[in-house]
């Protein structure tokens, strides 16, 4: 963790202790939660299980309203298994997929056969990212038209990637580790969901979507990227991976 991460997150836990002799309720969360990775060139991207554990603050606003902020270290990502094709340039002059292998001068520039047209790879792994999430919730209370037990939950979470990688397998055999250090540090999602609470303890079922997109390393510059070396883009040429965190979470507090 570099010190800007580590700034935020001790300001982060400044405020919120400064303002435990303020508040009406506090508690703790734990949970597990199922995100993927959705955008752009992201269909082979799959759901998987992560978990998220954190604080809880709740101030009473008026009789239907509370304020609720919260900090929760959760881990998210996603499953890939698919497929991705890459195109090369195997006479290294800059342009990709000019000639199929047709023995066609398709591109009309005297030359017959360039390059190879494209390179499948069959791929399966996983990506891994870790957020210390600062949700500032909104509470409504149901208790006049549904149940005085039932509460709605929705506001944004302000999140700091603290670590990133990913691990990829190739044909099921050649295993390829690396981190997504060109991710951006800070992160806005937009959280909606329904808590059920009995006495001091409650569970709640949330969805959250964020709105910082980020360039994820595809399964081309993790696999064959760089086994040619740091000119690998001079030879390749990737899809572009860029998406957003979406994930649903089922949570279990208890206040103290």
């Known amino acids: 963790m570099n010190l800007i991460k580590f700034s935020i997150l001790v300001l982060a836990l400044t405020l919120l202790c400064s303002n435990l002799m303020a508040i009406d309720e506090k508690g703790v969360k734990v949970g597990f939660n199922y995100s993927t990775l959705t955008g752009k060139n992201m269909i082979n991207f799959e759901y998987m299980p992560n978990y998220s554990v954190g604080l809880f603050l709740n101030k009473r606003v008026n009789h239907w309203l509370i304020l609720q902020p ?117 992160d806005f999602s937009a959280v909606f969901g329904f808590e059920y609470s009995a006495g001091r303890y409650r569970i709640e079922l949330r969805a959250s979507h964020s709105f910082g997109e980020n360039d994820f390393k595809s399964t081309g510059e993790a696999i064959f990227g760089p086994s040619i070396g740091d000119d690998y883009q001079d030879y390749c040429v990737f899809e572009k991976v860029k998406g957003t965190n979406t994930s649903i979470s089922l949570l279990l507090g208890a206040s103290f």
């Open 70 to 186: 919260e900090l929760m270290f959760s881990s998210r990502g996603a499953n890939y298994n698919g497929k991705e094709r890459i195109c090369l340039d195997n006479d290294t002059d800059g342009h990709f997929d000019e000639d199929s292998f047709d023995l066609l001068d398709n591109d009309g520039d005297g030359l017959i056969d360039e390059d190879s047209s494209e390179l499948d790879l069959k791929v399966n792994g996983h990506y891994y990212l870790y957020y210390l999430e600062i949700p500032i919730l909104l509470k409504a209370t149901t208790e006049h038209f549904i149940s005085k037990n039932l509460n709605i939950i929705f506001g944004p979470s302000f999140n700091i990637l603290v670590d990133g990688k990913y691990e990829l397998r190739q044909d099921g055999d050649e295993s390829h580790n690396g981190d997504l250090s060109n991710l951006n540090i800070f």
